[in-house]
């Protein structure tokens, strides 16, 4: 079954075709700086050469026609028709307490995305954007929620609840969600298809590594805790978010600099983290370069960066009474070797030893082993796969098979 995978922002749509039968990407693409000037268009087909343009693109329902021009163009002979995609899966970050599954998209599916705004609001109204816009330009098929909470619903109470007055709850649904879950979940069932115990008896600590990053506690499949919480805000320091503090500070914060909400939100969101420490930038690849030239502020955020996912690892580790495996993944677990080795490095105790060689030399898009030979602990890096999840199940619930990827 070929489904289109549709990851909405701000300003941008990205897309993946799939084949889920073969697990086959047939196309992937971005449009970017929709609403801008000019937006950029990017397209790769299959194993071809990428394409890219610039044009004026206003907004996503647009993007969505410039992405199936492109798929139905002669010239590209992608598909043949609107009717050879069967279904659309969509990423949508919020679910709420709602959400415990993906879900075939109605009016009821949107009204409550949309009441999830208010938790997620950099994310949930340009995904339910996308969603209109998808419904509008493919209206015949189905349109599938998927969302990155809902993995994260096995958290039980003591790990998921707050130490706040106990009505907020249930007035609000102020809790820990977790963010991220399709790819940890998509992560730790590669590692167990590389072991001969069922996953029941498999713990593990996943680490999603990129401009955004959670770290998540997984035991017998199921996720027990997980590093972000009532927003992707929370746990690590991040490309540009703060991650955890001490909640004293907004307010001294707010007193000192004489900040507005709006302020300190944009703050704690666009400013703060790896990009606010180093006072240079968010991008791991650009801070590790300056560090080596000397720059104390890079090597900082670095330092700290590091520190903090130690800390979420061997805190999982107390969690879970011990762990199987760590396992990297994204942009940044995947491809810096630096960051991987300082994650982990004095935990022999633990019985987390890495073999500094194999972690040097990877192959970038493959499953490596990357722990040593006297490591009671696995270490791997497993690139992820969030689309290919989002295109699985938006075929499992297109087709009416009533099944979750969550098992």
């Keep these: 079954m070929i489904v289109l995978v ?40 299959g194993n071809e050469s990428a394409r890219k343009e610039s044009k004026v693109i ?27 995609i069967k279904a ?13 599954d993906s879900v075939l998209i109605d009016d009821v599916v949107k009204e409550a995305i949309e009441q999830a705004f ?19 330009r493919l209206p015949d098929i189905p349109h599938v929620a ?13 790990a998921y609840l707050y130490g706040i007055p106990n009505r907020l709850y249930r007035r609000h649904k102020i809790r820990k969600y977790g963010f991220h879950g399709t790819s940890h979940y998509y992560v730790s069932r590669q590692y167990y298809k590389l072991n001969e115990k069922p ?14 990053a959670s770290i998540a506690a997984i035991k017998g499949g199921e996720s027990v805790d997980t590093s972000m919480g009532f927003t992707p805000l929370s746990g690590l320091v991040m490309g540009t978010r ?56 890079c090597q900082q955020a670095i330092d700290v960066f590091c520190y903090n996912i130690k800390k979420y690892i061997g805190s999982y580790m107390a969690v879970m009474n011990g762990c199987d495996a760590i396992l990297f993944t994204a942009g940044i677990g995947e491809n810096s070797p630096l960051i991987r080795k300082k994650s ?22 493959k499953i490596e082993k990357i722990s040593a030979d006297s490591s009671i602990v696995d270490l791997y890096v497993i690139p992820t796969n969030e689309e290919l999840v989002i295109a699985i199940d938006a075929a499992k619930i297109a087709t009416a098979s009533n099944q979750s990827p969550w098992i």
């Design 6 to 45: 549709i990851n909405c922002g701000s300003s941008s749509v990205k897309y993946n075709l799939i084949e889920t039968e073969g697990e086959a990407e047939i196309c992937s693409g971005i449009v970017e700086r929709i609403g801008a000037v000019t937006s950029i268009i990017k397209h790769q087909p």
């Design 58 to 84: 206003l907004n996503h329902a647009e993007a969505l026609q410039e992405i199936m021009n492109f798929l139905l163009s002669s010239e590209n002979k992608i598909i043949n028709s609107p009717d050879d």
């Design 88 to 100: 659309v899966g969509h990423r949508v970050v919020h679910g709420g307490e709602m959400f415990k």
């Design 118 to 136: 208010d938790l997620a609001p950099l994310h949930n109204p340009p995904n339910l954007k996308g969603i209109e816009a998808a419904q509008e």
């Design 146 to 158: 998927v969302f990155d909470t809902a993995f994260h619903h096995s958290l039980p109470p003591y």
């Design 199 to 212: 996953k029941s008896q498999i713990k593990v600590v996943t680490c999603h590594l990129g401009n955004g």
């Design 242 to 297: 703060s991650g955890d503090l001490d909640p004293s500070i907004l307010f001294y914060i707010m007193e000192k600099e004489e900040l507005s909400l709006n302020a300190l939100h944009a703050m704690l969101n666009r400013h703060s983290g790896l990009l606010g420490l180093s006072g240079y930038a968010a991008d791991m690849r650009d801070l590790i370069s300056e560090a080596k030239n000397g720059d104390r502020r």
């Design 344 to 365: 982990v490095e004095e935990m022999e105790s633990m019985g987390v030893v890495m073999d500094q060689e194999k972690n040097l030399n990877i192959t970038p898009g």
